[in-house]
């Protein structure tokens, strides 16, 4: 089985909650669901509903009467949280978190991200015995999560790890950019269809005209059909004042 971290959920209250968060580790491609001393079971059919086609992690999620039991076979377990705990501890953002478990994992560590119950959140115990803490800084007025809207967040910086996207995508929809020279041709025809415009014909107004002009299509990555569109709009406009 591929090694990905281990999501653990301490004292989960609902099974509603065991079932989102399947879905939302499912949504991030993590597989591997552990339940310490849990309300209810994972295959509840209120949990099995609220999966959203997640069933499997819930199949096969595996249930520890104790947290010791859950960590023992870990080399390194992140402990999320909404509260400084007064202890002597590195906190990551989230994205740092999956950064580093990236990181050990690539060298064949073992992990796990350790979450709270519902209304309570982890104890300081519990926190102890993690390596770290992940805090999800959030609007101070209101910072409570869901649990699997936590998991989701920690997951999500976890997965893009693994893809590495773009950070920005421009869609033609198979159209082709237009080059410079498509565009200087554009902006000649534009500038010769307005020289019966009164600003244009302005000899101290027309520089700051053109440029705006050029800077106004030259920002937006025109393609060849929306230039050739353009070109309709303009004849059209033109035919109809002649």
Not at 87 to 94: F, H, P, R
Not at 142 to 171: D, M, T
Request: glycine share 4%.
């Amino acid at each position: 089985m591929q090694n990905l971290p281990k999501i653990i959920l301490v004292r989960p209250q609902l099974a509603e909650n065991i079932g989102m968060t399947a879905r939302a580790m499912l949504n991030c491609g993590l597989y591997e669901m552990r339940l310490v001393a849990p309300h209810q079971s994972p295959t509840d059919s209120k949990a099995l509903a609220a999966s959203s086609g997640a069933e499997k992690i819930l199949h096969h999620a595996q249930i520890f009467s104790t947290l010791d039991e859950a960590l023992k076979d870990l080399n390194l377990v992140l402990a999320t949280t909404a509260r400084r705990r007064n202890q002597v501890k590195a906190i990551y953002t989230a994205d740092k978190a999956a950064e580093i478990l990236h990181q050990k994992i690539n060298e064949q560590a073992q992990c796990g991200v350790l979450f709270g119950p519902e209304r309570t959140g982890l104890e300081n115990d519990e926190v102890s015995k993690a390596d770290a803490i992940i805090e999800i800084p959030l609007n101070p007025e209101h910072c409570s999560l869901n649990l699997s809207q936590a998991v989701l967040l920690v997951g999500y910086e976890w997965y893009k790890k693994q893809l590495n996207p773009p950070r920005e995508i421009f869609q033609t929809n198979a159209g082709k950019l237009a080059d410079k020279e498509e565009l200087l041709n554009f902006f000649e025809f534009l500038e010769a269809s307005l020289k019966q415009y009164k600003n244009f014909q302005d000899a101290e107004k027309r520089p700051s005209l053109q440029r705006n002009i050029r800077n106004i299509f030259s920002r937006n990555q025109m393609t060849k059909q929306e230039l050739n569109t353009l070109y309709g709009i303009i004849n059209a406009l033109k035919s109809s004042k002649d």
